[in-house]
């Protein structure tokens, strides 16, 4: 429900560029199929084994490609989003010409084509196969958005020397204070989605390893448990993270809300 509220906020707020209103409306639509479809047949797979019954080969196949395709979406559209702020801080100027809405659009139906293709191959390719890409996949995201924010951390120091330096008008400074301000304060939000994507997804890779060096066991078994309900918790937090960093989708979250209550106590007094 948060993130169903958060697609109608986001599509709501017209101070967000158009291009990052797309990547963080493909990102919610990625946390509601998660709560819509991981979530629910991950408790139906539970209470099958609680009840000592076998859920089958085919509901353990749909539940990993689900798993594994949305993961995946999630993850290379928290980098894109990453690499997108880092541009447009650290290429402002030219930010439109590199960063279009068709560039974009291609990138997001990219990355869900691989996220469907990728989890898919593992029923024609070797486990050991597929777990090495995936594994390459990831360190190249982590590596190449924390490298945009290093650089965007750097370029932050460098444009704010550089606004303390100039001789303007004061109107014009304010302005383009006001605009550099808002694009680090996007960033920042950015940068707290990634870290909380990271926290909640560690556990399940650590559980992951753990399964392939040193085999199953009980204790594995239940930490590979809870590190999947966290990794599902993620698609929870991420509408939070929203709210609280970015101030103008926070605005129609509240918005929306009030308009919410406001027509359940007229209907209350209707009937």
Known sequence: MLNIISIHAIRKTRSLPKTL?????????????????????????MVEWLQHNSPGCNPNMVFTFIVNAFSLASFFIVVTISVERFLAIHFHLRYQELVTHTRVVVVLVSIW??????????????LDFYMRIKFILGVIGVLLTTV??????????????????????????????????????????IFYVYLVFLICYLPFFISLVALNINGTSINLKKFFLYSVTVMFLNSSLNPVIYCWKMRHIRRAVINILRNMSWFRNRGSHLF
């Open 21 to 45: 209103k797309i990547l963080l409306l493909s990102l919610a639509v990625s946390d509601v199929s998660v709560g819509l479809l991981g979530q629910p047949f991950y408790i139906s797979l």
């Open 113 to 126: 084509v691989l996220s469907g293709l990728l989890p898919a191959a593992v029923f024609w390719i070797p």
């Open 148 to 189: 945009a924010y290093i650089r965007l951390y750097l370029a932050v120091r460098h444009h704010k020397n550089q606004m303390q330096a100039l001789q303007v008008q004061q109107v014009a400074e304010n302005g383009e204070m006001a605009n550099f301000i808002s694009l680090v304060k996007s960033a920042v939000g």
